[in-house]
């Protein structure tokens, strides 16, 4: 637990591998929890695990292999399809499990997540059935950073899917942290009869909050200000969902900070959402919070970790579509730098600046960012590296 966090921003850390870490705690205290996952438990920095538990295997044993058991409880088949049949066979007895897999291919059990989600609304219907564990998926590999597999991998589908469905049943979630992801842990293992998606980058990132905050962001509905990032009076709202969104965000008020120190920002930090909402399914954004927050008149720039029209649909609910522009991915992608790949969906650090500078009415500052963008992108080219550093 993280109490307070001296200077945000400045620490490094590795989402992936503390949830790494929070999984084993789970293997250690609960005998019948399982973890699923297609053969990607160390690619997805998860394999803290296996300090504690083995993975099932039924074949000869070499000196090479991970530590391995008959009674294993990670269980690792390369079939995403049979890994969730075996999540929900775990889950009907209620038992609790989790499911890990790349980001790109969670769309391939989209059919079964989705009848799991009418068979969880069916049972809310009926009084006297018990409820079920809810279904965890990690989602790790995500989009920004397929530095080796390329375009083939660069898909957050998943996320746009799930929050079309109207049925009350789904929470995509949004650690920014190791400490908002301990908090999104806890949530994830006291939800019941829903589908829980947890998306998160398996590199190091910046801390930014303290584990306060982060279970202040569940109980307050799924948003609150970073004061840290915040001036009174603001002239424009920032905001972000995910964890290289919401580090290209912050990057880019840093940057228009020190270009123009009068600016009043401020930045809103968004770790849940649900159908049409802010939130989750257990506590909504309510409209009165986000007038307060937001402001009923002020410009939004949004960062999200998926195709923007996702979560400008969502803030659309709360506000007209004319105050509010979303930077995302938009199907641009390729075997590249982290930086140039965000900067081809204009996702990166230097385009939302030079979105804040529009809104500003400073095109000296656009003409700058965009130059150093275009600096950049010809130096990966020539060298296969970034000019630029991914902090």
Request: aromatic share 10%; hydrophobic share 35%; charged share 25%.
């Amino acid at each position: 637990m993280i109490d307070h966090v001296e200077r945000p921003g400045s620490d490094k850390i590795n989402i992936a591998k503390a949830f790494g870490h929070l999984l084993r705690e789970r293997l250690e205290k609960d005998p019948c929890f399982y973890l699923f996952s297609p053969d990607e438990t160390t690619s997805n920095r998860l394999n803290e695990v296996y300090d504690i538990e083995k993975r099932a295997w039924a074949l000869p044993i070499e000196d090479f292999d991970l530590p391995e058991s008959e009674q294993g409880r990670i269980i690792e088949l390369l079939s995403e399809n049979a890994l969730f049949a075996c999540l929900v066979g775990h889950l009907s007895n209620g038992e609790q499990g989790m499911l890990a897999s790349y980001e790109a291919f969670l769309s391939i059990i989209l059919p079964q997540v989705i009848q799991q989600i009418k068979f969880y609304k069916q049972l809310n219907s009926v009084e006297w059935r018990e409820h079920w564990p809810a279904v965890n998926l990690l989602s790790t590999s995500m989009c920004w950073r397929q530095d080796h597999n390329g375009y083939s991998h660069q898909s957050p589908a998943v996320i746009s899917s799930l929050l079309s469905i109207p049925s009350g049943l789904v929470n995509c979630l949004f650690p920014v942290d190791d400490t908002s992801a301990e908090a999104t842990f806890d949530f994830m293992l006291s939800s019941e009869n829903v589908v829980n998606l947890a998306t998160f980058d398996k590199n190091e990132n910046p801390r930014w909050i303290d584990s306060h905050h982060a279970k202040f962001l569940f109980d307050n509905g799924g948003a609150s200000i970073y004061r840290f990032a915040s001036d009174p009076n603001p002239e424009v709202i920032l905001t972000a969902a995910g964890d290289i969104a919401t580090r290209e965000m912050l990057r880019a008020r840093e940057i228009i900070k020190a270009d123009f120190p009068e600016v009043r920002l401020r930045f809103i930090g968004i770790n849940a959402l649900t159908y049409g909402r802010i939130g989750t399914t257990a506590k909504q954004f309510e409209q009165s919070q986000f007038d307060d927050y937001f402001t009923q008149n002020l410009p939004i720039i949004a960062s999200f970790h998926g195709y923007p029209e996702t979560l400008k649909t969502i803030l659309g609910n709360y506000a007209s579509n004319d105050r509010i522009e979303v930077h995302g991915y938009v199907e641009e992608g390729t075997t590249t730098t982290p930086m140039e790949m965000l900067s081809l969906n204009r996702s990166s650090r230097y385009d939302l600046a030079s979105s804040i500078a529009t809104k500003l009415s400073r095109p000296d500052l656009v003409e700058k960012y965009q130059k150093i963008l275009a600096d950049n992108r010809d130096y990966t080219r020539q060298f296969g590296i970034d000019k630029l550093s991914i902090d």
